[in-house]
């Protein structure tokens, strides 16, 4: 598959700041720990990549389909005085072809809602992952979009492709995971993380 997925465009920077003044404590919530070495799927302009590098002191790989979000993640990454083990410009399917160890912990957000292949893309993070490893999606809510306003304009996908907790651990458990818990992300999103059965 080649360009972006649908409804899953980098928006503004500002909303993310408003959405998310504290992106370390989001991670944190998720089960990262300081020890793991993580992986920010399609991770564009970084704005999770940079926190997730200095929780786990630069073990960190970071995948995006588009070169100019890299570019965009690597400032983002020498802002905040951390670093990454691999930059990796490639489609998120192939992710387990191109990380050269097993990792323990895996992040997508706000992405896998317009992911084509919803399946194989959670057999590529299973094979990524070490056994009890993380795999954590984070989501919008099923609200009508014009309920989902960031600074006075609705955002985030149609309502009609937002995916429920339940939708979600549907499509991973299938792959081999078990859902640990699901973690409300205030206003809008939630996170559902998973472990690897493997």
């Not at 997925?5 to 300081?34: H, I, K, N, Q, Y």
């Not at 191109?98 to 399946?119: M, R, S, Y």
Request: hydrophobic share 45%; charged share 20%.
């Amino acid at each position: 598959m080649t360009g972006m997925f649908p409804a899953t465009s980098m928006p503004d920077r500002d909303w993310w700041e408003a959405l998310w003044p504290d992106p370390s404590g989001l991670l944190l919530s998720l089960g990262v720990e300081p020890s793991m070495t993580a992986l920010d799927l399609c991770c564009g302009d970084g704005y999770f990549t940079a926190p997730l590098a200095k929780i786990v002191s630069g073990r960190v790989y970071a995948l995006d389909l588009d070169p100019e979000m890299i570019v965009a993640a690597k400032a983002e990454v020498k802002h905040l005085g951390v670093s990454v083990l691999k930059w990796i410009v490639a489609d998120a399917g192939d992710v387990a072809e191109l990380i050269p160890e097993k990792i323990d912990f895996a992040l997508i957000a706000n992405t896998f809602h317009g992911v084509p292949d919803q399946p194989a893309l959670v057999k590529a993070v299973a094979r990524t992952l070490k056994p009890r490893g993380l795999f954590a999606l984070v989501n919008w809510h099923q609200l009508p979009r014009e309920h989902t306003t960031v600074l006075g304009q609705p955002r985030g996908p149609r309502a009609e492709m937002r995916m429920s907790p339940e939708a979600v651990a549907a499509v991973v458990e299938a792959a081999g995971f078990r859902l640990l818990r699901v973690v409300d992300l205030p206003p809008y999103h939630y996170g559902a993380v998973f472990e690897h059965k493997g």
